[in-house]
T-cell receptor, first 115, second 113 residues
């Protein structure tokens, strides 16, 4: 089954404790992206990657890191989480050819709470 | 500065009637527009898209209209069904820009029985 998986689905942590949210897709997509969803703010792009070893900042990259060492994986790293990073996070992937990179497949989401 | 605006946070429509969701954008470089649908506890799913070279795209009960001069697009759902109750996000991108995709804040659609 074609899908984007994220782990963990739920996480409660404390300020300053490094964490990683994993994202994996099995569709051989070049484009992958991370978003956060907050009440009243919709979906905001954190980082995206057009292909292996290529990553770029989205609209809200502060406090986050990503890496793209393999095509299928795109982990989101919070080196020192803070309470304002409490949010619902979505990973997404798509083909990058032409306009198709816009039609993204989203993972189920990771709800992160930073105390 | 909000580049993609969905000014109606929520909308209620009677089952069987037409639902019209609106989206405005400010960046004239945007040339591709999409609608995503999101149910609670799930990730968004792609619904329908339109390129700036068109002014209409239809897929079953869903039609997206694009008015470039007004920088406005709308999603029409007809007839509306109970399963259409969800949050709808409008999104835009510019092919000659930096591959970012900008989403609106979403509109929650309630289909009333």
């Amino acid at each position: 089954e074609a899908q984007v998986t994220q782990n963990p689905r739920y996480l409660i942590t404390v300020t300053g404790k490094k964490l990683t949210v994993t994202c994996s897709q099995n569709m051989n997509h070049e484009y992958m992206s991370w978003y956060r969803q907050d009440p009243g703010l919709g979906l905001r792009q954190i980082y995206y990657s057009m292909n292996v070893e290529v990553t770029d900042k989205g609209d809200v990259p502060e406090g986050y890191k990503v890496s793209r060492k393999e095509k299928r994986n795109f982990p989101l790293i919070l080196e020192s989480p803070s309470p304002n990073q409490t949010s619902l996070y979505f990973c997404a992937s798509s083909l990058s050819s032409g306009e198709f990179y816009n039609e993204q497949f989203f993972g189920p989401g990771t709800r992160l709470t930073v105390l | 500065d909000q580049q993609v605006k969905q000014n109606s946070p929520s909308l209620s429509v009677q089952e069987g009637r037409i639902s019209i969701l609106n989206c405005d954008y400010t960046n004239s470089m945007f040339d591709y527009f999409l609608w995503y649908k999101k149910y609670p506890a799930e990730g968004p799913t792609f619904l329908i898209s339109i390129s700036s070279i068109k002014d209409k795209n239809e897929d079953g009960r869903f039609t997206v209209f694009l008015n470039k001069s007004a920088k406005h697009l709308s999603l029409h759902i007809v007839p509306s069904q109970p399963g259409d109750s969800a949050v709808y996000f409008c999104a835009s991108s510019a092919s000659n820009r930096d591959d970012k995709i900008i989403f609106g804040k979403g509109t929650r659609l309630h289909i009333l029985p």
